[in-house]
């Protein structure tokens, strides 16, 4: 299979592979130690094989940017339409873990997707072998719901999100009383192509990654921490008070605030003390 692909751009190339022996020097096999199996795979057994491939690429979850993100997809969503138009080839097991971003020498990156294992061929009246991963349900999500668990981070992508669910509702199959399958407009991988090329274009090109995003933020943290310490002393010289020893502690989260625990004992110093650099301040117990 990975022979048959290889001329399709944002397929991994097949360098080398060998099959997984176990300890017991037999070929790993799942028909040796597995005794159920799901109706899409039904009659068919894995034998394990390590595959060495090229070009090297991260999971889709590692993107650098949302409109990285949704490119990725967009790339996928082409080489399957390349692997049908060209192969007669359909993947059958898009999934997270089955896509990846491969980082160019350029600076660019673009969507791979591996893992063909379940495969299908397609025949030439259109129809195809029943295979992929078999979904045993269909499961409907709350939307409010699912907006709560949404980080405003994804906020940009929701537009997305909308459009897909449109996508969706309206040519999804439905079934009557009878439980006839009635007519409907098939998703074609245009339509996809399409809906995904004008949430790009919402997207802006110059942004920072999650990874600085969070730098920044635990950086104007940190300069809030120092500017209300620096606040708490000042207000001390200006009352002339004495200073008792004090530790920090950081309360659980991000957004929650420093708090100050007294120590038992009280330190004698004088504010003119303190600014002079005094180290050895007496402390009464």
């Given at each position: 299979?990975?022979?048959?692909?290889?001329?399709?751009?944002?397929?991994?190339?097949?360098?080398?592979?060998?099959?997984?022996?176990?300890?017991?020097?037999?070929?790993?096999?799942?028909?040796?130690?597995?005794?159920?199996?799901?109706?899409?795979?039904?009659?068919?057994?894995?034998?394990?094989?390590?595959?060495?491939?090229?070009?090297?690429?991260?999971?889709?979850?590692?993107?650098?940017?949302?409109?990285?993100?949704?490119?990725?997809?967009?790339?996928?969503?082409?080489?399957?339409?390349?692997?049908?138009?060209?192969?007669?080839?359909?993947?059958c097991d898009c999934s997270l873990y089955n896509t990846m971003i491969e980082d160019k020498d350029d600076g660019s990156s673009n969507g791979m997707l591996i893992d063909w294992e379940?495969?299908?061929?397609?025949?030439?009246?259109?129809?195809?072998?029943?295979?992929g991963i078999s979904a045993k349900g269909m499961y409907f999500l709350n939307i409010g719901e699912l907006l709560q668990q949404f980080d405003t981070y994804f906020a940009p992508l929701?537009?997305?999100?909308?459009?897909?669910?449109?996508?969706?509702?309206?040519?999804?199959?439905?079934?009557?009383?009878?439980?006839?399958?009635?007519?409907?407009?098939?998703?074609?991988?245009?339509?996809?192509?399409?809906?995904?090329?004008?949430?790009?274009?919402?997207?802006?090109?110059?942004?920072?990654?999650?990874?600085?995003?969070?730098?920044?933020?635990?950086?104007?943290?940190?300069?809030?921490?120092?500017?209300?310490?620096?606040?708490?002393?000042?207000?001390?010289?200006?009352?002339?008070?004495?200073?008792?020893?004090?530790?920090?502690?950081?309360?659980?989260?991000?957004?929650?605030?420093?708090?100050?625990?007294p120590a038992n004992s009280l330190v004698k110093w004088s504010c003119k003390q303190m600014l002079a650099g005094d180290s050895k301040p007496e402390v009464s117990r």
């Open positions: 299979m990975m022979e048959a692909m290889k001329d399709i751009p944002g397929v991994p190339k097949l360098e080398e592979y060998c099959k997984v022996v176990l300890p017991s020097s037999k070929i790993d096999n799942t028909q040796n130690y597995r005794y159920s199996q799901s109706a899409s795979s039904e009659g068919t057994w894995r034998t394990y094989v390590r595959l060495v491939m090229k070009p090297q690429g991260q999971c889709l979850q590692e993107f650098q940017m949302r409109k990285e993100f949704v490119w990725a997809i967009c790339d996928i969503v082409i080489i399957q339409k390349r692997a049908v138009q060209e192969q007669w080839i359909l993947h379940f495969t299908v061929c397609i025949l030439e009246d259109g129809h195809y072998p029943l295979g929701l537009p997305l999100m909308w459009d897909w669910t449109d996508l969706l509702c309206h040519n999804f199959p439905s079934t009557t009383t009878e439980g006839k399958i009635t007519e409907h407009k098939p998703i074609t991988f245009n339509g996809i192509i399409e809906l995904l090329d004008k949430d790009l274009t919402l997207l802006p090109d110059d942004e920072l990654s999650p990874e600085h995003l969070f730098r920044k933020m635990l950086m104007n943290k940190n300069i809030q921490d120092v500017a209300n310490r620096v606040n708490i002393i000042k207000n001390i010289c200006s009352s002339g008070a004495a200073i008792s020893t004090s530790t920090t502690q950081k309360k659980c989260g991000l957004n929650d605030t420093w708090t100050i625990e």
